[in-house]
């Protein structure tokens, strides 16, 4: 059924033979429209998503240009970055945000895209709601004008970010023009130990590779420590490709996708489901296929991970010590940071906690940081924000009691959106606090000018906000 | 989008490593923004350091930034590539890029060569000795960098990528007189795997 005739030319490249390809091959290559030449093609976008802030930019220029969109019931629309999280939030509670949002508004009723407003079961960050809804699928192409767009590669589709003219391209004619990206593959052999997650994972691959080390690669992520994950946390894992330089990074479908997306809101029912399984069960990398790129990390050897300084690559087990400045940039980021070379991470006195983000606030990232609790609460110097991903993370999140265990422990639970990840909703971390982070990003002044934020998984980020202080979860 | 053919002007020099694209322009500036006037932002939180050249005699409006490894890392926001224009600039030259910010270069006319880091600390130390006389030349046309010594340094560039520059193409309008292919590919595929399409049918 994959089989179309559209298949490209064989260009010599390891893993264009048709007989042993890789999972991004499978992907990438059904979708090319035209053969460009120098390795360019033309690829056809299946899915979609659009934000308040490069969304309704996009659609506001495709109409001042005078394009109509070339596929509107393929566009999927929904407010999470400039808006407020407090509860009993509005469109317009964040100034800022009203006009983009409105905007959005308008230009959803005038195309017919389906917007995921808020107060709607659907809305959220947009990468919580694509999965969620089923909205992306094994097998198909999904563009955002969003970096951490590869967080859908996690369900085995060819998922990534673009920039705003690129957006415009893609909602004006439903394809992009592309270079093949090579093709990496990141095995996790074994065994992860107890208390260490998927966001882990990722952080110490980062450490290992360098915020470069996947750039101009698509990476596929593989090996038994990723297959024994659940679909949430394959999210998870994903989501950090673009803090490993590769624009898409994807995990081949397997029971627990299927599993994970039967019976969702945009999922094939019927006959139609059994086609797709069908398809998708073709979609893993064949066991000879090569890639250009390929590194295998024994899952048993991660620890809790912990960022220390101002890139994702400058990460440490919970156990290490901050290293020694390598580098003038080491140096200016132990500064912002405020440490001390040679003294342990844990027992870094911390003032804000974040559990939230496109990264880690699907409601098993919610479990996992109220597992923490047992009764405690947060330390009286920390302030702590547990921000669901979606409407629908929220409700179900309240349904088993998440929200009133966080409240009694001192949280404050808050309405779904990107909210201290991305600081442009008037929320942000005071300068010179010191922030532990479910987020992706802890350049300086993401979370607010002057603020030191610490990556960490929701376990850690709970521990932190508990202890006061950067805590091992496994102890905690 | 602005075509480019040749520039020859000042090179600033800004040799750090892994420039992110909210260095260059925090998500803040960019709610409720416009594509011009983002350059008085660019890079505001290091305005006024000493080691920032950008705002400052004589490299404040050079048209040529010299960088270090993975410039334009992070966040896809094309308002980067945007503050960077309105800050004068029409080509980045560093050894590597981040993936996104690269491909937003060649939408809007600004040029991302890629020169061994070696090669550009030369020239960025060339700059630094002569300030304000140096000059550096970018030839798109012959892919070459002009030292302010003198010596033409071949740059790679895809094809397609550098006649949509000189010509200032743009993408849209090339793509939909492919529209038929589009459609044809749009066909076939809704008739191979019908549940991609059936399951988001309005």
Redesign the interface.
């Known amino acids: ?2 089989d ?3 298949l490209p030319r064989k260009t010599g490249r390891v893993d264009d033979d048709r007989m042993t390809r890789t999972l991004f091959a499978k992907l990438w290559d ?1 979708h090319v ?2 053969d ?5 093609s ?1 690829l ?1 976008i ?2 979609v998503l659009l934000h308040d ?2 969304g309704a930019r996009a659609l506001a220029e495709v109409a001042a ?1 005078g ?1 109509a969109l ?1 596929r509107p ?2 566009v999927f629309a929904t407010p999470d ?2 808006i407020s999280t407090a509860p009993g939030r509005t469109g317009e509670t964040f100034p ?2 009203a ?2 949002l409105a905007g959005l508004r308008q230009r959803a009723r005038e195309t ?1 895209i389906r917007l995921f407003d808020l107060g709607q079961p659907g809305q959220g960050i947009v990468h919580v709601m694509a999965p969620e809804l ?2 992306v ?1 094994p ?2 192409t999904l563009v955002c ?3 951490h767009t590869c967080t859908n590669g996690g369900v085995g589709a060819l998922a990534f ?6 957006l ?2 893609v909602l ?4 992009l ?1 592309q ?1 093949r ?1 090579r093709a990496m593959r990141i095995r996790f052999e074994g065994t992860l130990p107890p208390g260490v997650t998927a966001k882990d994972m990722i952080l110490h691959a980062i450490g290992r590779f360098g ?2 080390g996947g ?2 690669f698509a990476v596929e992520y593989a090996g038994a420590a990723v297959r024994a994950l659940p679909l949430e946390a394959r999210l998870t894992l994903c989501n950090l490709s ?1 803090e490993l ?3 898409m990074g994807l995990i081949a479908p397997d029971e627990t996708t299927y599993a994970y997306l039967a019976g969702r809101r ?4 019927g006959a ?2 059994d ?2 399984l069908a ?1 998708w069960r073709r979609l893993p990398s064949d066991p000879d296929a090569a890639f250009d790129a390929d590194h295998w990390i024994e899952a048993g050897d991660i620890a809790p991970q912990v960022t220390w300084g101002t ?1 994702p690559e400058q990460v440490l087990p919970i156990t290490g010590r901050i290293p020694a400045p390598a ?1 003038a ?1 080491d140096r200016a980021a132990l500064d912002y940071m405020g440490l001390e070379a040679g003294r342990p991470i844990e027992g870094t006195k911390v003032d804000w906690v974040f559990i939230g983000s496109c990264t880690n606030s699907r409601l098993s990232d919610l479990r996992d940081a109220a597992a923490m609790l047992r009764g405690r609460r947060v330390a009286p110097h920390v302030t702590a924000w547990v921000v669901p991903g979606s409407e629908t993370v929220k409700r179900e999140a309240e349904a088993e009691g998440l929200d009133r265990a966080f409240l009694a422990a001192g949280f404050a639970w808050r309405e779904p959106g990107c909210s201290l990840c ?3 909703n008037g929320e942000t971390v005071p300068p010179g606090a010191r922030s532990v982070s479910t987020s992706n ?1 802890n ?4 979370q607010g ?1 002057g603020a030191r934020t610490h990556l960490a998984s929701p376990a850690m980020a709970a521990a932190a906000a508990l202890a006061g202080a950067i805590t091992d979860p496994r102890r905690a | 989008m602005q075509p480019f053919t040749t520039v020859t002007g000042l090179a600033a020099p800004l040799m750090w490593a892994n420039v992110d694209t909210d260095m260059i322009i925090p998500v803040q500036r960019l709610v409720g923004s416009t594509r011009d006037g983002l350059g008085p932002y660019g890079f505001e939180r290091f305005r006024g350091r000493p080691d920032f050249p950008l705002d400052q005699p004589p490299f404040a409006g050079a048209p040529i930034l010299l960088a270090g490894e993975n410039f334009g890392c992070g966040s896809s926001r094309e308002g980067a590539v945007w503050t960077l224009m309105g800050m004068g600039l029409r080509c980045v030259i560093a050894p590597s890029f981040g993936d996104i910010f690269h491909a937003n270069c060649f939408q809007n006319g600004l040029l991302p060569v890629r020169l061994p880091l070696g090669m550009i600390r030369r020239i960025a130390e060339a700059m630094e000795a002569s300030p304000g006389n140096a000059r550096v030349t970018l030839d798109l046309g012959r892919q070459e960098v002009v030292t302010p010594w003198g010596e033409a340094l071949p740059f790679a560039i895809d094809a397609r990528k550098k006649q949509a520059l000189l010509e200032g193409l743009d993408d849209i309008a090339l793509t939909r007189q492919r529209e038929a292919e589009i459609l044809a590919w749009q066909a076939r595929d809704s008739a191979a795997r019908p549940w991609a399409w059936d399951s988001v049918a309005g």
């Not at chain 1, 460009?36 to 360019?40: D, S």
């Not at chain 1, 945009?266 to 029912?269: G, I, L």
């Open positions: 059924m994959l179309r005739g559209a059904p429209v035209a460009l030449g120098e390795g360019w033309l056809h299946d899915r802030l490069s240009a394009h070339a019931d393929l970055h400039a800022g945000g006009a983009p017919g089923a909205i699928l097998g198909t004008g969003d970096s970010g673009i920039g705003a003219s690129e415009s391209h004006a004619t439903q394809t023009m270079r990206p915020t470069a750039t101009g673009i330089g590769a624009k945009f999922a094939p029912r139609a489901w086609a797709a398809d890139s580098s940039a991305v600081a442009a990003r350049f300086v002044g993401r000018t």
